[in-house]
């Protein structure tokens, strides 16, 4: 277990943004699908990306690394799609990754061999019910451990018509995307509710394009996907990842300038929101030729709405702990069955550092000050509440200490070099498991 003590200081600076996570993860998919060689430059190697590559090297891809920052642990890697997907090991590990797992298991499904998956943490009892209902009606066999991993699935899924709710994980509806187009007949896929964190369905709809696969969305309501079709390989270069610079972002609005580099603006990722809360929220945010540049504000509560980008709840609800007047977070149940817990996680850290913050089913209510005090938090080994209470540092008057501070490996394992870069004072103690 990583101890991280942070004395609060300003950070200012330059910081180059990881790759995007969730545009690696559909890349190396659609790669690995491909009957050809596709290069996929500029990958940040994180442990769901690692998952990820071993899981499709499972399904017959090869992929060959080539470090183009090794210290930064990007690389570009070269892939050799299967093609017709190969099964070269019955049981995959998914590490703590729940792309990697809502991803593969449609694709499993497909092979009508026994395989077994498997995962870390949280990942064992994160919910897979979504497609559970859809084996049941597909006649798919599966096994697993009381509702929980490890999930061993026989079966081979039919082309037809398919149903989920809106308001589960928009991974669900990516894996059967990426799926059902390999059927032999056409498929559609009805969402019975009003579908939530769309842009991540847009992120994977146009990645499954680059790779030759054609997907009709009817406003969110229907997609209709035409059978026997076939990835063609492609080269790709991976954007930066708006949800990480969201942490940078706030880090200059709380203190300092900050310069967060290699951003898309026309990013179809959903976190690219980040960018309108903190202009609604009173920030100083300019855009520039290679990102945005953020500095000192004074900042006002708002109203957040959570649906379409999860993940940013645990560094806005930083910012709204920092601003002045009330923030509300609303639409945000599913952040209880992340890699914690996150409205009870940021909640229990934000309250332990002295912010005025309270939780109900499916949000939260923030009432801003202006300093936090400082003090003991647990991460809950999640990468995003370890960052947002790096992030809260800032504007603490006494040291903040994170325990299970390695859990940004999941994401973003160089953070704590880069939080150091802009001038962040560290101290880190390393304990046995």
């Known amino acids: 277990m990583k101890i991280v003590e942070i004395t609060p200081s300003t950070l200012r ?246 310069y967060s580099n290699d951003l898309k603006f026309s990013s179809l990722q959903g976190d690219k929101v980040i960018v309108d809360i903190i202009k609604k929220m009173g920030g100083n945010i300019e855009k520039l030729i290679l990102g945005y540049k953020t500095s000192r504000s004074d900042t006002n509560g708002t109203t957040v709405d959570a649906s379409q980008c999860p993940d940013l709840v645990p560094i806005v609800s930083v910012l709204a702990a920092l601003s002045s007047g009330m923030t509300e977070v609303v639409n945000a149940k599913r952040l209880r069955i992340k890699e914690s817990d996150r409205l009870d996680a940021i909640t229990q850290v934000l309250s332990t550092l002295g912010a005025d913050i309270a939780q109900y089913t499916d949000g939260l209510v923030i009432k801003g000050r202006g300093k936090l005090k400082g003090g003991e938090v647990d991460s809950f080994n999640d990468h995003r509440i370890a960052m947002a209470a790096a992030v809260a540092s800032i504007k603490c008057e006494e040291k903040v200490v994170i325990r299970n501070a390695q859990s940004v490996n999941k994401s973003y394992p160089k953070f704590w070099e880069d939080f150091v870069s802009l001038g962040g004072v560290i101290n880190e103690l390393e304990l046995g498991e």
């Open 13 to 258: 600076g330059t910081v180059n943004i990881p790759p995007s996570k969730s545009m690696s993860h559909r890349s190396i998919f659609c790669a690995a699908l491909s009957g050809g060689i596709s290069n996929i430059k500029n990958v940040l190697l994180s442990e769901d990306i690692k998952a990820t590559c071993e899981a499709m090297e499972s399904l017959g891809a090869k992929i060959k690394y080539k470090a183009v920052d090794e210290k930064k642990e990007i690389y570009n890697l070269r892939i050799q799609g299967a093609g017709r997907m190969k099964l070269k090991n019955d049981k995959i590990d998914c590490g703590e990754s729940g792309s990697t797992i809502r991803f593969i298991i449609p694709l499993l499904a497909l092979l009508d061999e026994t395989v077994t998956v498997t995962g870390r943490g949280r990942l064992i009892s994160r919910p897979l019910d979504a497609y559970y209902d859809i084996f049941d009606q597909k006649k798919v066999y599966y096994t697993n451990k009381y509702g929980e991993l490890p999930l061993t699935i026989k079966g081979s899924l039919s082309s037809g018509e398919y149903s989920m709710d809106g308001d589960v994980s928009s991974q669900f509806i990516t894996g059967l995307l990426f799926a059902l187009p390999l059927l032999k007949g056409d498929s559609k896929l009805v969402i019975t509710t009003e579908l939530e964190s769309k842009p991540y369905v847009d992120m994977t709809i146009e990645m499954l394009n680059r790779f030759g696969i054609d997907i009709i969305n009817k406003d969110y309501r229907e997609f209709i996907i035409k059978g026997s079709q076939e990835y063609t390989s492609a080269d790709y270069s991976v954007e930066g990842d708006f949800s990480q610079a969201a942490f940078w972002l706030t880090a200059g609005i709380l203190g300092g300038e900050i």
